[in-house]
């Protein structure tokens, strides 16, 4: 089961049938999934059998993502035909010197027609079963023109041309799946990833190998340099740097320490480390980047949609020309019967459409992987095709744009003659006793030190209060220093500088005065001011949409090189300029979190969720998930998209293109049926080999 046209085949072949709910078909990996009834199973089974297919049961063994491991059936059937089709050729060649050499005697055409008789079986067996079924239901596919086609070459004297034929038609389709087989397979090469055993410590302490199937979740697990990680989890002990770019991108390996999350699939660079396994085997990121893939390859894109309409009407079409030139030939351009018989036949062999159907799902297949690999999760083949059309892309601050995660930018004391070093260590003692985020921040940007401080008060909404050599400081925001009338008008000038920046103040200070200021702000990512440039080069506007205040928002817009910014949006808000922003510019993407967002990731042209690796909200609520935080995935992703677009359109050009050719040539000039062959299986490779030229797209760093 190949193409869409062999779906088609099926569901004709089932319809109707009792206790038959659905069918699902995965053409990418040759799948078919059967919803039925018990007692309807081995009905479908049967009707597809009758029509020329063999179903054969998925294996039930899995890998340790829960993906079947029986990824190479494929390749071995080919390598299995190998000695058959060599033996084919070889008869063929012997038919050929025997019709070009041999004198015209009845014994040796009769060990000619005998030859190649032999050839054309050895090589066109399967060929002439689906044939011969798809003739008596009526079907005109691939297996039927070259039937007819082979058999009419024989029957009307070019017996050697017909074994050269099917010889050399069967080792391209040979080739061809193999081909094809590596785009199908692009994706697959994650599942080797994973290792199959991990090192698990069992209650006595010890520590034992097991499959990771069996391996529950909030197992310990253990990992030396340079193995792979085993599971997804949290790095419990140990101190490690982790190469995370089969999963995320990241060409840089990632430190990691106790609290940190670790991949199945990634490779650990430098240290042991032990980490607590949150996902089983069969739902790590990993897994779910795989699934995502195969499914987003069961969907068809819409060119490919269309290519499919054009072939159910292309080939029936060819084929009343085939009948009309060996019909009208002989009376109307004054060819014998023979002559116009023959150019039927060539025509049979040009017109199936294998080129054409073939030439978008290996494109679109190449595209979706060679996204994968930078670590831009696309969900279907339409997502892929539609992002070259995006004219703006609304970007969520937090998270997206910044870090996410609050720093300390700026200090100092505001009090004359007030030791920095004692303001600082007063800060650190009081911010470390608070969990708040800003808190956290300002105790992590200063020095630690090992000053005492007693009677800790939690000063909801505005700060925290203690005791230090006696003297009772607070470490608050502006509005308690408001409150405790302390402000000064060169102190607000201060503020509202640092306000207009986009950060958040906490200031310290005494019964009596304020001593020292603390500025806190989500920085943005390094990596955000080249990927706002790169959108822009494509053509493409950017613009922030956030919660935050505006002066907060225009600040980080500056500073990230985003002229439109627009703050205090509630998720409805951020919907409406969703819709306002489509109706200004055109196709709009939203690029957000894929929770707080999901109104305006719906309602985008495509939603897409950043630095999603390991969070399945995200994953299932966007249309394109960036498995790391970088905002420069998006234009690779668009820059992709237009790269897989002129694919597409490439192959298809060379596939009508050669077909029209060789038509001409069949009607008009002296094209054989070598020619038709080669014409046929030499289009179906070029658009193969064009369609995996996008998987030969490195990754940026």
């Given at each position: 089961m190949d193409c869409a046209a062999e779906e088609a085949e099926i569901r004709?072949?089932?319809?109707?049938?009792?206790?038959l709910r659905g069918l699902r078909f995965n053409l990418g990996q040759r799948l078919l999934t059967i919803d039925a009834d018990d007692s309807a199973v081995e009905p479908a089974l049967a009707a597809i059998r009758k029509v020329g297919f063999d179903p054969q049961p998925v294996a039930p063994a899995v890998k340790a993502d829960g993906h079947s491991s029986g990824d190479g059936h494929d390749h071995e059937v080919v390598r299995g035909q190998l000695p058959k089709l060599a033996a084919a050729l070889l008869l063929a060649i012997c038919a050929e010197v025997i019709g070009y050499f041999a004198p015209e005697t009845l014994v040796w055409r009769g060990a000619g027609l005998a030859v190649a008789a032999v050839a054309i079986w050895l090589a066109g067996f399967d060929v002439y079963k689906k044939g011969l079924t798809a003739l008596r239901h009526g079907r005109l596919n691939i297996n039927a023109l070259m039937t007819v086609a082979v058999t009419g070459a024989f029957v009307i004297g070019q017996w050697p041309e017909a074994a050269m034929v099917m010889a050399l038609y069967a080792i391209?389709?040979?080739?061809?799946?193999?081909?094809?087989?590596?785009?199908?397979?692009?994706?697959?090469?994650l599942l080797a990833l994973a290792p199959e055993e991990a090192s698990v410590r069992q209650p006595d302490g010890s520590w034992a190998t097991q499959p990771v199937g069996v391996v529950a979740v909030g197992a310990l697990l253990r990992v030396k340099p340079g193995e792979r990680v085993p599971m997804d989890g949290i790095v419990r002990s140990g101190q490690t740097s982790i190469n995370q770019a089969p999963v995320t991108g990241e060409s840089i390996p990632v430190d990691k320490g106790a609290g940190d999350p670790v991949f199945a699939g990634t490779i650990n660079d430098s240290g042991t480390f032990e980490f607590e396994v949150t996902a089983a085997a069969s739902n790590s990121t990993l897994a779910r980047i795989i699934h995502a893939v195969e499914e987003a390859q069961a969907t068809r894109a819409p060119t490919q949609g269309f290519v499919d309409r054009f072939a159910a009407v292309y080939t029936p079409a060819v084929f009343v020309i085939a009948v009309a030139v060996a019909?009208?030939?002989?009376?109307?351009?004054?060819w014998t019967w023979l002559q116009a018989v023959y150019k039927a036949l060539v025509l049979l062999v040009i017109a199936c459409p294998c080129a054409l159907v073939i030439s978008t799902p290996v494109t679109i297949v190449s595209g979706l992987a060679a996204a994968a690999r930078r670590g831009i999760l696309i969900k279907g083949g339409i997502y892929l095709e539609e992002a070259r059309k995006l004219k703006a892309i609304a970007l969520d601050k937090t998270g997206t744009i910044t870090e996410g995660k609050p720093r300390l930018v700026d200090w100092s004391v505001v009090e004359a003659g007030t030791d920095p070093a004692v303001a600082e260590h007063i800060a650190v003692v009081l911010a470390s006793h608070s969990d708040h985020p800003v808190s956290k921040a300002i105790a992590a940007g200063l020095r630690p030190n090992s000053v005492e401080a007693r009677n800790f008060t939690a000063l909801t909404g505005r700060g925290v209060q203690a005791e230090v050599d006696g003297v009772t400081y607070v470490l608050g925001n502006h509005r308690l220093i408001e409150e405790r009338r302390q402000c000064s008008p060169a102190l607000e000038a201060q503020l509202k500088r640092h306000e207009e920046a986009g950060r958040?103040?906490?200031?310290?200070?005494?019964?009596?005065r304020v001593i020292a200021l603390f500025a806190v702000a989500d920085t943005i990512k390094p990596s955000s001011r080249?990927?706002?440039?790169?959108?822009?080069?494509?053509?493409?506007?950017?613009?922030?949409l956030t919660g935050d205040n505006q002066a907060t928002a225009s600040a980080v817009a500056h500073e990230a090189g985003i002229e439109q910014a627009r703050g205090n949006l509630l998720p409805e808000h951020k919907l409406e300029a969703i819709k306002a922003l489509q109706r200004e510019m055109g196709p709009t993407a939203m690029t957000g979190d894929g929770i707080n967002d999901a109104p305006a990731l719906a309602q985008a042209d495509i939603g897409v969720a950043m630095g999603a690796a390991g969070t399945d909200t995200a994953?299932?609520?966007?249309?394109?998930?960036?498995?790391?935080?970088?905002l420069r995935r998006i234009g690779e992703a668009v820059e992709l998209s237009r790269s897989t677009h002129a694919v597409l359109w490439q192959n298809i050009t060379l596939a009508l293109g050669i077909k029209a050719v060789f038509l001409i040539l069949a009607v008009f000039g002296s094209a054989t049926m070598w020619m038709a062959v080669f014409a046929d299986m030499g289009a179906s490779l070029l658009v193969v080999l064009n369609g995996l030229r996008l998987l030969g797209k490195a990754p940026k760093g």
């Open positions: 004709r072949a089932v319809d109707g049938l009792s206790g391209a389709e040979a080739i061809e799946a193999r081909a094809v087989d590596r785009a199908r397979n692009a994706i697959k090469g019909l009208l030939g002989p009376w109307l351009l004054g958040t103040v906490t200031l310290l200070a005494t019964p009596e080249e990927a706002v440039a790169s959108l822009r080069a494509l053509g493409i506007t950017p613009v922030m994953m299932e609520a966007a249309d394109v998930v960036v498995m790391n935080d970088d």
